[in-house]
């Protein structure tokens, strides 16, 4: 009978065993973690209450998974809400959350969907910033000045900081500098931008360029020594259909003229420029794409079927979504090549990229 007892007791234990190596060989293997390597595009839905959701769907438009994070707001409340990708991870901007201030960027690593935070030092919450390949650049300001900070992304340790003049709106950097957009709102009427072209090793100021009649950008783009403005709003808060080309070498401003308004962002791609329609109340528009030809300044326009809230341009397609659907386009006639629609969330669509 002991005997008996003992085989028993032993059987149970070896089912007990199998049974958790079972359990935790598919907590190893699980359908959610294949998803994330599987991915194709992830879509954010969020707001300043909500923590973000990251929805993740496959090449085919399949949906794969949800997964949860523990930020709200990313990326609204900023001037710059658009991604920037670098070295497999994808850079937002959170300066909000409820209703507080967040002195962070975060970067997103695209293979496993963990998010860390790139501080400063100054207690700026970053509505204007910028990332390289071993800083990060963050800026705000009042109407009146701004900080801009530079933290090291490996280690989170602040390197510089400095001050500058006028509002803070918008920052790219190339090579050794960086180009800051910042509005100077003094005389109620002449409000006028200033491109601060800033040493990036020591964020001393270098020069300034003077642009007028201006209130609002919502994309900066530099190619070779031209530097292109969205002009989206002029020095009276109005709609502008201007797009501004400074001459870096000799200073010379161009104005090219959109045959729309509402201006959005910039696509660089080969030898043209792609300019999307858009605003930041998210407003109803036409959906027109202006195709620029930079040697030729030759112009045509497309439409899209659906709002371009956020867009990319993707292996030669332009990729775009309105929150409801992922259109993708041929880039040379605007035919419209796929869609599928998107499962959608309780809370906003705020963005999406794409896992390379």
Not at 19 to 37: A, D, H, R, V, Y
Not at 128 to 156: C, H, P, Q, R
Not at 244 to 271: A, G, R, Y
Not at 301 to 306: G, K, L, R, S
Request: aromatic share 10%.
């Amino acid at each position: 009978m002991n005997l008996f007892k003992t085989i028993t007791n032993r059987y149970k234990m070896i089912f007990i065993c199998l049974l958790s190596s079972m359990i935790f060989l598919q907590g190893c293997f699980s359908t959610e973690t294949k998803n994330i390597e599987d991915y194709k595009y992830a879509v954010i839905y969020t707001d300043m209450f909500e923590k973000a959701v990251i929805h993740l769907y496959n090449e085919k438009g399949k949906f794969l998974s949800k997964h949860k994070t523990k930020y709200r707001g990313m990326p609204l409340g900023a001037f710059m809400e658009r991604p920037i990708h670098m070295n497999n991870k994808v850079y937002y901007a959170n300066p909000q959350s409820k209703y507080n201030t967040n002195e962070f960027i975060l970067e997103l690593n695209k293979s496993n969907l963990q998010i860390k935070e790139i501080p400063n030092e100054e207690k700026i919450a970053p509505t204007v910033w910028t990332v390289d390949k071993e800083f990060a650049y963050m800026s705000e300001g009042d109407l009146t000045s701004s900080k801009l900070a530079k933290t090291n992304i490996a280690t989170g340790k602040q390197v510089a900081s400095t001050k500058l003049k006028g509002e803070a709106n918008y920052m790219i950097e190339h090579s050794d500098k960086l180009y800051v957009l910042t509005f100077i709102h003094s005389n109620p009427d002449d409000i006028y931008g200033i491109i601060n072209v800033i040493n990036k090793k020591d964020l001393s100021l270098i020069e300034t360029i003077k642009i007028d009649d201006m209130m609002y950008s919502s994309d900066m783009e530099l190619v070779d020594n031209d530097l292109f403005l969205v002009k989206t709003s002029d020095g009276k808060d109005n709609q502008s259909n201007e797009l501004i080309k400074i001459n870096l070498k000799n200073k010379k401003i161009e104005k090219i003229i959109l045959p729309f308004k509402s201006l959005s962002d910039m696509h660089v791609h080969k030898d043209h420029m792609f300019i999307t329609q858009g605003n930041s109340f998210l407003e109803p528009t036409e959906k027109k794409i202006a195709k620029l030809h930079l040697n030729s300044s030759k112009m045509d326009v497309f439409t899209t079927e659906i709002e371009n809230y956020v867009s990319y341009i993707h292996e030669d397609q332009f990729i775009t979504s309105d929150g409801t659907k992922i259109q993708i386009y041929n880039l040379d006639n605007f035919k419209k090549e796929k869609e599928f629609k998107l499962e959608g969330d309780e809370s906003l669509f705020t963005s999406f990229f794409i896992n390379d």
